[in-house]
């Protein structure tokens, strides 16, 4: 088992004839994704690999039973095409693009919300049940099937520590980048809650960084709320106040937000959190193991 | 994207958002003018830089009479202004704008901010003007007063009231206060912004409500639909290397350390900087080359980290994924054959094709050390900075 994904979803992608489009579905099909459809205005009739294009999602839907998306569509437009994937019933919507204004998600995540879709990102590296789907832009080998679910606020960071507990013979059950952004679909206590209902994950690893309060949250939720051993770790314990560190959303600001401020606030929530990212495989085999 | 206090007033009153009258000068004799053509017996003279506090620094005097006036400016245009936000180093004033001086009678802090939590802008405001509201929110939140904002309905006449009565405004001024709420509502919505803030918002002597202070940060990702916000852009205030890093699309902040890091990806970079940290040093820099790192862009962050004269030691940090170990290792030697690296490199290659990677490392003349793990690489930079 899994959550978001797994052998039955049938992927749709929009954006699937553009440059990262077309190259990252085929890594997904590569990997064993059921990628059933793509989408891109204008291009309808065209296609990928055989994989059929259309206009519309709502074509795409009724044609091939897709059932979740994933999103390569430039900044500008892809406001409008994740509103496209939610009104079109979609339960599961994967955006990868990065510098959407935050004004067009502050319209967006609403309107999903209200459409019941279920938002990753914008601006992440996607997800993955591995063994099963990739739906995401991350290196599928470096995964291994298993019982660790995963979820974190950033990319190569991820990988890295996906590698970490991939080399010390946890797999995973599901990875999920949530995004970078200030203003995300899905925060990490929504992926706790899928975690806490899935039977084949047994423990969480929660990776965040400066900005914001979503790590906060999470504490106080898994304090109280969840069933599961839960690992984490915070970057950007020495990055200055006031400064953007490349994500959007990772600024300290007066009101709060810095690393520290975080650990305790997990540590406090009963969170296993390593302060040394080398050690993150070793701590997760301790308390996973 | 910050601005400066005079181009945020320009905006304001474009949206009719009262402001003191006044102008900006580059020069002593045009401040002095300025102060001629405003009139009045008062007037107050303030640095233009992209930082807060400047009152405490210096940056904001009073003066008599327009040769006063004239004299402060030549003062303060090219001193290198210290507040408690600029950091120790400081910023140069190139421009002040020069204002008519308002008897205050009454200050209050207004704002528009996005709710992260929420996920929706919010309207903030409180009786207690000038004072810094983070302070504030912390010493006694119930002096704030907040509306949160449905984007899809805007600001109605209801939260423009409980703004006006919550902090305590006088009946007389209602409207007025009412107006500033939306008119500051329309600035954040229609011009992308990050934060709006008006700090103080006063009432003066005669009852006038102005905005004596304007603070306004723009969504960088927004700006390709407001070509006409780019003008307003003051290269100046950028460190140097930060500009020339956005230059060649690479995410550079210069830090006050000694060990530079080049890492792909800005949660993994974060972590490094924190590694450094860990390992007895401090990061000079934050650099994240993106998931696409070209040989052009290694090189070029290479000559960007050697910028800063006190870095001793460079860590490179790559996690390859889709690109591969052996592409970045490849690119990482043209780069430094290209460019001449006197301090020590710690290299730290893992994922993808990382043992083909590590063989070009290897197999190139270049004197790298190379790392294996993360915490292989904490105790490689403990070794280099000892």
């Known amino acids: 088992m899994s959550i978001l994904i797994d052998k039955d979803t049938r992927l749709l992608v929009q954006g699937i004839t553009g440059r990262e489009g077309s190259f990252h579905t085929r890594q997904c099909v590569a990997y064993g994704t059921h990628v059933v459809a793509g989408v891109t205005p204008g291009k309808g009739g065209q296609g990928l690999d055989g994989i059929p294009v259309f206009n519309t999602i709502g074509e795409a839907v009724d044609r091939t039973g897709a059932n979740a998306s994933l999103i390569f569509v430039p900044s500008p437009f892809a406001p409008d095409a994740i509103m496209e994937s939610g009104a079109a019933g979609l339960g599961l919507t994967v955006c990868i693009t990065e510098g959407i204004p935050i004004k067009d998600m502050l319209k967006v995540v609403p309107f999903l919300k209200r459409k019941n879709c279920c938002l990753i990102g914008p601006n992440c590296p996607g997800v993955i049940s591995p063994g099963r789907c990739k739906a995401g832009i991350m290196p599928g080998q470096i995964h291994k099937e298993g019982s660790v679910g995963v979820i974190s606020r950033s990319g190569t960071l991820t990988y890295e520590v996906v ?127 | 994207m910050k601005i400066h206090e005079y181009q945020a007033k320009e905006i304001f009153s474009k949206f009719a958002i009262p402001v003191p009258r006044g102008s900006v000068a580059q020069n ?151 107006g500033v709420f939306n008119q500051l509502y329309k600035v954040f919505e229609s011009l992308d912004c990050m934060l709006v803030e008006i700090n103080p918002l006063i009432v003066t002597e005669d009852n006038q409500l102005l905005a004596l202070d304007a603070k306004i940060d723009f969504d960088d990702n927004a700006l390709y639909r407001h070509k006409d916000l780019l003008e307003l852009d003051d290269p100046n205030e950028q460190e140097p290397l930060e500009r020339e890093a956005s230059h060649h699309r690479l995410n550079y902040i210069r830090l006050e350390g000694d060990v530079g890091i080049m890492v792909n990806g800005a949660g993994l970079a974060m972590a490094t900087m924190d590694l450094i940290k860990q390992a007895g040093a401090r990061p000079a820099n934050f650099l994240d080359v993106g998931g696409g790192a070209t040989t052009e862009m290694v090189t070029k962050g290479f000559e960007i980290i050697l910028g800063d004269e006190n870095v001793r030691g460079i860590l490179i940090n790559i996690f390859g994924g889709i690109l591969r170990c052996d592409v970045l290792a490849n690119g990482v030697v043209e780069a430094a054959k290209k460019v001449a690296i006197k301090v020590p490199v710690v290299v730290r290659l893992d994922g993808t094709n990382v043992e083909e990677g590590r063989q070009i490392l290897a197999r190139s003349d270049l004197d790298f050390i190379v790392a294996d793990t993360m915490a292989d690489a904490a105790a490689k930079v403990r070794a280099i900075v000892a």
Request: charged share 20%; proline share 4%; aromatic share 4%.
């Open chain 1, 163 to 289: 590698h970490q507990l991939t080399q010390s013979g946890l797999g995973q059950s599901t990875c999920i980048g949530i995004g970078g952004d200030p203003i995300i679909g899905s925060s990490f206590v929504d992926m706790l809650k899928l975690f806490d209902q899935d039977p084949d994950t047994e423990g969480v690893v929660l990776i965040g960084e400066i900005g914001g309060h979503d790590e906060e949250t999470a504490a106080e939720y898994i304090r109280d709320h969840f069933s599961k051993p839960v690992v984490g770790f915070v970057a950007g314990l020495t990055a200055p106040p006031g400064k953007r560190m490349g994500h959007a959303g990772a600024i300290i600001s007066g009101s709060g937000g810095t690393a520290a401020e975080k650990i305790a606030a997990m540590r406090k929530g009963g969170i296993h959190v390593v302060e040394h990212l080398g050690e993150l495989g070793k701590e997760a085999s301790e308390v996973f193991g």
């Open chain 2, 28 to 178: 002593a004799e045009e401040a002095r003018k300025i102060a001629e053509e405003i009139g009045g017996s008062r007037w107050v003279v303030k640095a233009q830089i992209h930082a807060g506090g400047r009152g405490k620094g210096g940056g904001v005097r009073i003066a008599e009479t327009p040769e006063a006036v004239g004299k402060i400016a030549q003062e303060m245009l090219g001193m290198t202004l210290v507040t408690p936000q600029t950091g120790p180093q400081g910023r140069q004033v190139r421009a002040v704008l020069v204002e008519e001086a308002l008897a205050v009678k009454q200050e209050f802090y207004v704002g528009a901010a996005v709710d992260r939590a929420r996920q929706c802008p919010v309207l903030i405001a409180s009786a207690e003007g000038g004072m810094g509201i983070e302070e504030l929110a912390a010493s006694r939140p119930e002096a704030i007063v907040r509306e949160w904002i449905d984007m899809g309905i805007g600001l109605p006449a209801f939260q423009a009231r409980n703004l006006v009565f919550g902090v305590g405004m006088d009946a007389g001024l209602v409207r007025a206060g009412t």
